[in-house]
């Protein structure tokens, strides 16, 4: 294990022994009793998978943060270009087909 999984895993349990779950469902706290009881394993995995999903959502707002500040920064240079110095200007593709030819 890492010094960061060390913390992560730290925190993780921290939060999980201060949180309470009031109000259960009976239905639902018997089949996951059920689960447990029939999985020796069931705390581990549930909070590997927990902690895994955790890092995805992490990375996953990282991500949408990148990219709504790209849309931002696109959108704020769209606004300020110059009719003249637009690299997409008239003359500056010299590649491109000429329309009907």
Same mark, same amino acid.
């Given at each position: ?6 913390? &992560? ?6 939060? +999980?022994?201060? &949180? ?9 706290? &018997? ?11 069931? &705390?581990?995995? +549930?909070?590997?998978?927990?902690? +895994?999903?955790?890092?995805? +959502? ?44």
């Amino acid at each position: 294990m890492t010094p960061q999984d060390m913390q &992560a895993l730290e925190t993780f349990l921290s939060q +999980l022994v201060q &949180a309470r779950a009031d109000g259960k469902d009976p239905q639902a706290a &018997a089949m996951i009793a059920d689960a447990a009881a029939r999985q020796p394993d069931a &705390a581990y995995l +549930l909070v590997q998978r927990a902690m +895994l999903l955790d890092r995805a +959502l992490v990375n996953a707002q990282a991500q949408i943060a990148s990219l709504q500040q790209q849309v931002q920064q696109m959108q704020q240079g769209q606004g300020s270009r110059s009719f003249i110095d637009d690299a997409n200007a008239w003359g500056n593709h010299p590649n491109r087909p000429m329309p009907g030819a």
